[in-house]
Every structure is written in C-alpha cells, then in structure tokens.
C-alpha cells in the first residue's frame, strides 16, 4: 500500500515509485501516526530487482522500459501518467 492508500502491483512503475516515496518521505508503521518509520537520505536507497522472470515467480519482475519510467518520476521528476503522484514533484536527484 502507498502512503496515498492505494495498492499498486508489482512489476509497475506505479509500485517502484510508490515503495521508493514511503523510504524518502517516511511513514507511520501500519497507519500508526505513534510508530513513524524516518524518512531516509536519497543517498542512501537503492532498489533491487530481479533480472529475469524466472528470478520472481511469484510476481516483482518489472522490464526495463517499465522500471526507466519509474527512475526517471523518481530521480528527475518526470511523470510518466501513472496513478501515483511522488511527495516531492521535482523529484529526488541523489538517488
């Protein structure tokens, strides 16, 4: 789930970005406005993926042209027409 409420599916651009936002701008733990996970520095997320779909049989493979879309809404800003809008709109440059 994204801090938007919404569900987005692995193997998305919508689901890269949606994960990648909740480290960068942090979020309270199951709902809980009492248990806040910390936004993290840019600099220090990363996203692994698998290189194949025989790597993620059950769901997570996300191709490359699908993945560039959510690099470049992530580091540069631009929207690519997904359903998930990122918290901070120019983006995160040092990720």
């Known amino acids: ?3 938007d409420g919404n569900n987005y599916n692995q193997g998305t651009a919508d689901y890269e970005v949606a994960m990648a936002d909740m480290l960068l701008h942090g979020f309270p733990v199951g709902g809980n406005a009492n248990n806040i996970f910390p936004a993290l520095r840019s600099d220090q997320v990363m996203i692994g993926l698998p290189a ?3 790597a993620a049989p059950s769901g997570g493979y996300i191709s490359p ?22 918290s901070n709109q120019s983006g995160y440059p040092a990720f």
Request: proline residues 7%.
């Open 1 to 3: 789930i994204g801090m």
């Open 52 to 54: 194949a779909p025989a």
């Open 65 to 86: 042209t699908e993945m560039k879309k959510a690099l470049n809404y992530i580091i540069k800003g631009v929207p690519f027409g997904g359903k998930y809008k990122l």
